[in-house]
């Protein structure tokens, strides 16, 4: 009887251990497919609305290794962005925020550089770059949605 339940715990630590560490594997292989998913819209207007500050801000974060998405837009002086963080480096938020916001404002010393980690921020800069890519915004309501944007990061703050 003893042998039977030494044989049983013996097979129920060895179906624990697989179980786990095909769950170990099954994780890092989904992190790898979700890191090669960081895509970036570039916003081309035919109006009179400069993007190029925006897209090149874009570019330039997409490339740090935390930040896993990221959506801008700029009036004439100001720069808005948000950015998404990888679930293992939200921990560090703060740190990754304020990083993007020293190397943007490097980048663009003449432009007054927003950033946010909100997801409603984020939400809310796609679908303004959204408006922006069909030229259904003009510079009026662009910067009326824009600071609607900026009132909104305020109350998160």
């Known amino acids: ?30 992190s790898a497919n979700d890191s090669n998913d960081t895509t970036i819209v570039k916003v081309h207007t ?23 998405a990221v959506k801008a837009v700029n009036t004439d002086k100001e720069l808005l962005m948000a950015i998404k963080v990888d679930q293992f480096h939200r921990f560090q938020l703060k740190k990754i925020k304020k990083n993007v916001k020293m190397d943007v404002e490097k980048a663009y010393p003449d432009y007054k550089v927003l950033v946010s980690t909100d997801q409603k921020i984020y ?14 915004t003009k510079k009026k309501t662009l910067q009326k949605e824009f600071n609607n944007i900026q009132n909104l990061m305020r109350e998160k703050a």
Do not use: H, P
């Open 1 to 30: 009887m003893k042998e039977k339940i030494r044989r049983l715990n013996s097979c129920l630590f060895l179906v624990t251990i697989i179980v786990y560490i095909s769950g170990c594997i099954g994780q890092q292989n989904q």
């Open 46 to 68: 035919n109006n009179s609305i400069d993007q190029t500050v925006a897209n090149q801000a874009k570019e330039k974060i997409i490339k740090e290794e935390e930040v896993s």
């Open 123 to 136: 939400w809310e800069l796609e679908r303004l770059e959204e408006k922006l890519q069909k030229d259904k």
